[in-house]
Structures are given as C-alpha cells and as structure tokens.
C-alpha cells in the first residue's frame, strides 16, 4: 500500500508542468472560494516561490549570458547573416507591437505595493541616466541588489572576454549555465504549489475581480502574438521572396508551431523543424546552423511578454511612458528576449531588466513575474510556438530567396 502511494506521488511530481499547474489554479481558486482565512495561511506557499525566484534570477542572467557568449562560434556561413537580421528584426518588432497595443489597451496588475516608495523617471533623459548609472555598477552590488542593467553589461564584457579562454575554461562556462537552469528548473518544478498560494492569498484578499484581470492580460498577450505571426512576420517573409508569404507561414505554423505548443520548448522543437527543412529542400549547411541559433536570439514571443507585463505593472503603478521611453523599453525587451532561458518561463525572468528602467523595485518585479506564471498555461505555449515557428519560416525564407537569386542569375 506505502509502495502504491509513493510510485503515485513520484508520478504527479514527473507529470506535466502545464497539467500541473493547472491543478495548483483550480485548488487555489476553490479554496478562495471555501475558505477566506485559509487562502491568506497558504499565501505564504506564493510568497516563498516569489522569494526562489528573487533568488535565482539573477545569477541565471549572468551565468546565461557569459556563457552564451563565450561559446559563441565565429565563422559561421554568410546566408546566416540575413536569417540573423530576421530574427533580430522580428525579436525587436514583436516588442513595438507589444507597446502598441498596451498603449491602445492599457492592463493593470494586482500588487502588493505595501509602503514601497516608488519614484518614476520623469522622462527619456532621466531613464538614460538611471541605465547608464546601474551599467557601471559594482558587479557584485549588482548580484546582491538585482540591478539586471549591471548584470547584462559584467556578462556580456565578461563574455566577449572568455571567448579568447581555452576550451576547458569554456566548457566549464557551459557546465555552470547547465547547473543554474538546473537549478531553475527545480524552482519551476514548484510553481504549482507557489501559484496555488499566489491565486488563493489573492483571490482571498481582492476578491474573484482579479481573474477576470488575468484574462485580460492573457487576451492581450496572446492578440500580440498573434499579430506578430500572421502580419508581421509575412510582411518580413514577403520582403525577402516577393511573393504570397502565407502557404510558407501557415506550412511552418501548422507543422512546427502545434508541436512547439504542447512541447513548451523551442530547443525541443530543434528535430521537429530540422525534419520540416529537409522537406522544404533548404540548404543543409544553412538550416543545421540556422536553427539552433535561432532557439537561442529568435525570440518574438518572449519579447512580446516581457514588454507587456512590463507595461502592465508601469500602468498599475501610474508611471507615463513618452514615446523615447517607449522605443528604449523595446531595444531593452528585444535584448532580454533574446537572452530569454532555455527552460519553460524563461522569459519571465527577465521581466525584472524591462522592470529596472522605471524604477520599480525588484519585489514588485517579482510579484509581475508570478503573474507571469499563473497566465503561463496558455502564455508559455503560444510564446514558444510563435518563437519555434518563426525560426523555420525565417530560414525557409533566405533559402528560397537565395535559390530565386542563383536561379535569375542562370
């Protein structure tokens, strides 16, 4: 009988995330529902995975981003060029449509401001001031106070540093970003339980209002994405092969983004559209390179979700945003995207950097980034679609567009 039991409960910890998940908001919202004073105790579950992630993050950033950049590899071919452009372009993109749409319909966040004081910049040359300042700041002091502008800068000098190492000390970079997204995966591993604390404390404390308030958000999220797959993303298709981009966009969304949605990981996805590219009959050369770059820097939709929860919490708090702030925020977003980490709500991490340029405190970052991951049912997978599909469609699109060439020339 103990046996059964325990080969039951090693079975619901290996299960799915998402099912998960899921399980942790239904329980959350019933015992809201049932219980008031025992939703405010199991409050303390979603304050303790808030405080893992406070934890973690920002050594995830720094430990990322040196390593990816130190194991970099130089000499790539040239049809990697343009595909690169595309992806950086669609990344950047992604987060002025994200701006857009949350300046047209503004969502705002329940948070837990206490007696925080916040000071918002008062315009483009004040957030200028404030990003430059935390760029020089003492790497260290940058670690203990979550000061994710600094961390970016030490780890991108850092980066380009290593990469003149020998390949031990580069190996050993790569070991140490493997044990942190090891070690965060172990922290999102318990993002059922967080999120069951997180939905009853506050469904308990402002009432049944706030999941109408998630939904909204989520609907907004998922509206860009959408934007961004069947607009933007054609119209950069169209300007490489000049012809109708949509049998193209809806090949790889039908046989690369379905599979990317429930798989929740685009380096997952890599097989998947590696298969598609053969098919497609794209240089081989071209797409084994391609591909698992762009499981890395293409990232749409972690910029459409950073920029928007971003914006959201910037809304709650009542900061304005003038449109130099706005373009900033969308440089900052597309950087953050693309450093995103390879594990299921990676993105979400990074909300704190976008966070940081409106001086709003790591705790109330925090407290977006949980948000982040009661919506990241639906949220995660979309993002993941979007970001894995495109990287297909983009190769696709410089391989076909380098045939035409080869084939006027003839």
């Not at 009432?207 to 907004?220: D, K, M």
């Not at 933007?232 to 012809?243: C, H």
């Not at 109330?364 to 949220?379: E, K, R, S, T």
Request: net charge neutral.
């Amino acid at each position: 009988m103990q046996t059964n039991i325990m080969e039951r409960l090693r079975g619901l910890v290996a299960g799915s995330l998402v099912k998960q998940i899921m399980l942790g908001l239904a329980a959350g919202i019933l015992l809201a529902w049932f219980s008031k004073d025992a939703a405010l105790t199991v409050g303390l579950l979603g304050e303790l995975f808030v405080s893992a992630l406070k934890a973690v993050a920002p050594m995830l950033v720094l430990v990322l981003v040196i390593a990816s950049i130190a194991n970099h590899q130089q000499g790539q071919k040239t049809n990697i060029r343009p595909i690169v452009a595309l992806y950086l372009l669609s990344t950047f993109f992604a987060a002025v449509v994200a701006v857009l749409c949350s300046h047209l319909f503004p969502q705002t966040l329940s948070l837990n401001v206490g007696k925080t004081e916040i000071v918002p910049p008062s315009g483009i040359a004040e957030v200028l001031h404030g990003l430059l300042m935390s760029m020089v700041a003492n790497p260290i002091d940058a670690l203990i106070h979550a000061n994710y502008i600094g961390i970016l800068v030490w780890a991108i000098g850092l980066g380009l540093a290593f990469r003149h190492s020998s390949e031990s000390t580069k190996s050993f970079l790569n070991d140490a970003s493997n044990a942190v997204t090891w070690l965060v995966r172990c922290v999102i591993r318990c993002a059922p339980i967080g999120i069951f604390g997180l939905v009853a404390s506050i469904l308990a404390s402002t009432g049944f209002g706030a999941l109408w308030e998630y939904a909204q958000l989520l609907t907004l999220l998922l509206g860009c994405m959408c934007l961004m797959a069947l607009v933007v993303n054609p119209l950069l298709v169209y300007n490489k092969i000049r012809r109708n981009p949509y049998p193209l966009v809806f090949t790889c969304l039908r046989e690369s983004g379905v599979t990317a949605f429930f798989t929740r990981s685009s380096a997952a996805n890599i097989p998947v559209n590696m298969a598609l590219a053969k098919r497609l009959k794209l240089d081989e050369d071209t797409y084994s390179v391609s591909i698992p770059l762009g499981a890395t820097i293409s990232m749409a939709g972690a910029s459409i979700t950073i920029t928007v929860l971003t914006l959201a919490a910037v809304h709650t708090l009542g900061i304005q945003v003038d449109v130099p702030t706005a373009v900033l925020l969308s440089l900052v977003a597309s950087i953050c995207a693309c450093g995103a980490s390879g594990v299921a709500g990676g993105s979400l991490l990074l909300i704190p950097v976008a966070c940081n340029m409106f001086g709003i405190p790591n705790d109330l970052a925090m407290q977006v980034v949980a948000v982040g991951f009661i919506i990241g049912v639906l949220q995660d997978s979309a993002e993941t679609a979007l970001n894995s599909s495109t990287d297909i469609l983009f190769t696709a699109a410089v391989c076909q567009a380098e045939e035409q060439r080869v084939e006027s020339r003839a």
